[in-house]
């Protein structure tokens, strides 16, 4: 594997920890968490169900604060959600009474941008997700992969720092998913994005993540890191697709042992 050329620091993470509290004692749901997102990244993150995954993001976006630690964006605490870090959840959070795009003009108006700069950001995310032929068509009317589709250029069209993503993959068909993980390949590589995404899937973390993370059981904290090159070789390559070699298959067991542990 190559070594990465890093961006600047976006994120920084030290000593994280989040409690849940209810009618019983506290649960800690992660702990000791230490984390650098740089620009450029593409940080997919992996463990067994319930070791905190979900949590993490949930602080990443600011819907959730920490229980101990630190947590800075561009040197500054994080006291809630903005536009800087979007999110893509696993269910695709559209206005199903509006357009494609008018769902994908509605953060850029949010921001009050001028008319001609929305109208010509929807136009430039419709043609990265391939929906341009499709812009006029309601939610309800779309089949599950084009809502993702709609959902992430929703989210691109707001130029967030960091791009979040909550498995957007894991309700898709095998087929479907392929197709997805290779769009989201190309626009990474073309709109140099960061992104930090969770996932279920050992194959869809390695064949997108510059950054493999594989966490603990609960709670949760990271205990292995994994610099990869697979999405780069992927993007330059022919097909298009991640080449399965041996090196891929000896790091999907790796993992693979550490989430069963």
Known sequence: MKDKNLGDIIIEIKKL?????GSNEPVKAIHDINLTIHRGD???VLGPSGCGKSTLLKVIAGFLKQTEGTFLM??????GPDWN???VFQSASLYPWMSVRKNIEFGPKMKRLPKKDITEIATHYLEQVNLLKFEDQVIFELSGGMKQRVALARVLANEPEV??????????DALTRIQMQKLIRDI???NHNTIFMITHDVDEALSLGTRVLVMSSSPGTIIKELNLDFIENAVDS???RVQINEEYLKLKEAILDLIDT
């Open 17 to 21: 920890g989040v409690d849940y509290t």
């Open 42 to 44: 593409f940080i997919c």
């Open 74 to 79: 561009n040197g500054k605490e994080v006291v």
């Open 85 to 87: 870090r979007g999110v």
């Open 163 to 172: 791009m979040l993503m909550d498995e957007p993959l894991g309700a898709l």
């Open 188 to 190: 990474w590589k073309k």
């Open 238 to 240: 022919r097909t298009g």
